[in-house]
């Protein structure tokens, strides 16, 4: 069965703290993705990375960075949490392959509150 | 980029259909899928349509596509309580890694 795994369900943190999300995949997918959810707003893109050391800025990317030293981890970093980051953060990933539909799978969530 | 939009809410009786409604401003997917959140939990594809398709029906769920009017619909047969969750529609873009979400309609069962 797939899997996409997040290392925290519920973090809180304080303001100007560096916070670590780390989300591993064992599907030897290429493709892997950050969103952040926030209700009335949907699921919006932070980062995404098609490959070891490779990053792409999603939507909304002030204030994160990420880091993909192997392809089944992808981690979210916030340098210096500030309350706005206070949010449900999604990891997801896709396998690249011509022809398949491009379906995205889930972590559970990170729900993380900076206060 | 895309603007995908839905309704926040939407309750129903058990036993009776949904429909979950999302219009979209971009018509160049090749993709339009149906997530499902529930609680606490992450996405989970519920189902999703070719763009040259018009309807696509897998059991109590059909989706139906209008690509002139760029509206994609969800409806769900004979409601159950375990249908309580939030509906997410996406679009994949030609070109584009990622796909867009709709803001996600919170479907409330009610008993």
């Known amino acids: 069965d797939v899997k996409v795994t997040q290392s925290s369900r519920y973090l809180v943190k304080r303001t100007g703290e560096k916070v670590f999300l780390e989300c591993v995949q064992d599907m030897d997918h290429e493709n892997m993705f950050w969103y952040r959810q926030d209700p009335g707003l949907g699921l919006r893109l932070i980062y995404f990375s098609y490959d070891v050391k490779m990053k792409e800025k999603g939507d909304i990317p002030e204030g994160y960075s990420v880091s993909r030293e192997k392809k089944e981890r992808f981690s979210l970093i916030l340098e210096s949490a500030s309350t706005n980051q206070t949010s449900m953060y999604l990891c997801a990933s896709t396998l690249y392959q011509q022809g398949s539909t491009g379906e995205l799978f889930f972590g559970e969530g990170s729900r993380l509150t900076v206060l | 980029g895309e603007d995908v939009e839905q309704s926040l809410f939407l309750s129903v009786r058990e036993g009776d259909s949904s429909v979950i409604n999302c219009t979209y401003t971009?018509?160049?997917?090749?993709?339009l899928y149906w997530y499902k959140q529930e609680p606490g939990a992450g996405l989970q594809l519920l189902t999703y349509?070719?763009?040259?398709?018009d309807m696509k029906q897998d059991q109590r769920l059909t989706v139906l596509l209008n690509k002139k009017d760029k509206h994609l619909s969800l409806r769900i047969a004979d409601t159950q309580t375990g249908d309580s969750a939030i509906y997410f529609c996406?679009?994949?873009?030609?070109?584009?890694?990622?796909?867009?979400f709709g803001t996600g309609t919170r479907l409330t069962v009610i008993p």
């Open positions: 996406a679009l994949d873009q030609t070109g584009a890694n990622n796909l867009f």
């Open positions: 971009d018509s160049s997917s090749t993709y």
């Open positions: 349509i070719f763009s040259n398709m």
